[in-house]
């Protein structure tokens, strides 16, 4: 879509990244760090103060202790941690459990390992709910002797829901006893709103303990160019994921390790994003009241979903491209992100823009 969206010159809410500037002190860090030669080789797991600081921020936020030089990986991207992670424990035959529409690497990230992905469907918004949920019974039923992982993320990508306790002490029970593991997509950790509190395995250590949380830079400091992220894993679990990092990425990019080592110390960088992404999220929703989709709730994410039934009974793919072309606003149809290309009608629109591109865009979508 951002191919087609280029081409015909549309406004992008396509994919998601943010289209305004990152901090200017960050960048200047990463600057101050190549001139004082921080340009070499990193440690593999991971520049050791960034790793100190991240264990900090882990113990202000979640109240865990991890220790730094045992279970916290630096990796380029929360992407290459699930990869690693899914590579560190999956064997031919194995299934890990998905939750659809589901982010486009999960699968692939299985069956390259010769695991089997058994998708679930989340729950359509109703009257429980007004965002996408996780039908638990359908989780229950869908184990078997060979799920090897369930693959959870929260705040999630495409819908903008978000996991509450209810559904972290459903997920415990499902594992209790089992030996399965948890792959916990958390990169969209700080964008999260309306108050909930983000339900991070790091709170739960009977959780962590077969978990691997994957986490993204360039989420939290909009810099999705980036390409930096971590791992927190208890130590053995970890052993095995340095197993697959040191002959794949070995060691990332120094000079924004040593930068981030210093730029994590600042809480309030990270701590307001929730409410300057919330305010993006009820302006986009406001302006969209005068169009005729008819938006859900996102709760959390750069991302919200909106139903097009009261424009059009075209299929969601033929839908986004003909608003691409005709109207030029790219958005994402959501059936991509089932395997078996379900179509409920919804596009994903990303919010994450400066206010002027979604005055811009909404004024295009008004028309159709
Ligand atoms: C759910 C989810 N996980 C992971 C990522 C990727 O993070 P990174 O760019 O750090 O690989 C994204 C990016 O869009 C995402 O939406």
């Not at 406004?11 to 004082?36: C, H, R, T």
């Not at 095995?240 to 809480?267: D, G």
């Not at 994410?301 to 839908?319: A, K, L, P, Q, V």
């Amino acid at each position: 879509m951002s191919a087609l969206a280029t081409q015909h010159k549309a406004i992008n809410l396509g994919q998601g990244f943010p289209d305004f500037s990152m901090s200017e002190e960050l960048i200047g860090l990463v600057n101050k760090a190549m001139k004082n030669d921080f340009n070499q080789y990193s440690p593999m797991p991971g520049w050791p103060p960034l790793k100190e600081a991240i264990a900090e921020k882990i113990d202000f936020l979640y109240h865990t202790s991890v220790n730094p030089e045992s279970e916290i990986t630096i990796t380029p991207g929360g992407t290459y941690a699930i990869y690693s992670a899914l590579t560190a424990i999956l064997h031919p035959g194995d299934e890990v459990i998905v939750f659809e529409p589901a982010y486009d690497s999960y699968i692939p990230n299985i069956e390259i390992n010769g695991g089997r992905a058994i998708p679930i469907n989340l729950v359509y918004p109703d009257y429980k709910s007004d965002s996408y949920r996780i039908d638990w019974d359908a989780v229950k039923n869908a184990i078997s002797p060979k799920t090897k992982a369930i693959i959870i993320n929260s705040p999630h990508n495409p819908t903008g829901s978000v996991i509450m306790e209810e559904d972290i002490l459903q997920l415990k029970k499902i594992v209790e006893g089992t030996n399965i593991f948890i792959i916990s997509d958390e990169v969209y950790e700080h964008l999260i709103f309306d108050d909930i509190p983000h339900q991070s395995i790091l709170r739960y250590p009977e959780l962590l303990e077969r978990s691997f949380v994957c986490f993204s830079f360039g989420k939290v400091y909009n810099c999705t160019g980036w390409k930096l992220g971590y791992c927190v894993a208890p130590a053995e679990l970890t052993k095995e994921f340095r197993k697959v990092h040191q002959f794949n990425c070995f060691s990332c990019h120094t000079p924004t390790q040593v930068a981030l080592s210093e730029f994590l110390k600042n809480r309030d960088a990270y701590l307001s994003l929730s409410s300057f992404m919330q305010q993006k999220r009820d302006y986009f929703k406001r302006l969209m009241q005068d169009t005729r989709f008819t938006m859900h709730e996102s709760h959390g994410s750069y991302f919200i979903c909106g139903t097009y039934e009261r424009i059009s009974d075209e299929n969601d793919r033929d839908f986004a491209i003909r608003v691409t072309k005709e109207a030029g606003v790219a958005t994402i149809p959501v059936s991509v992100f089932y395997h078996n290309g379900k179509d409920d009608k919804v596009l994903r629109f990303c919010f994450s823009k400066k206010e002027e591109t979604l005055d811009a865009a909404v004024k295009k979508l008004i028309n159709l």
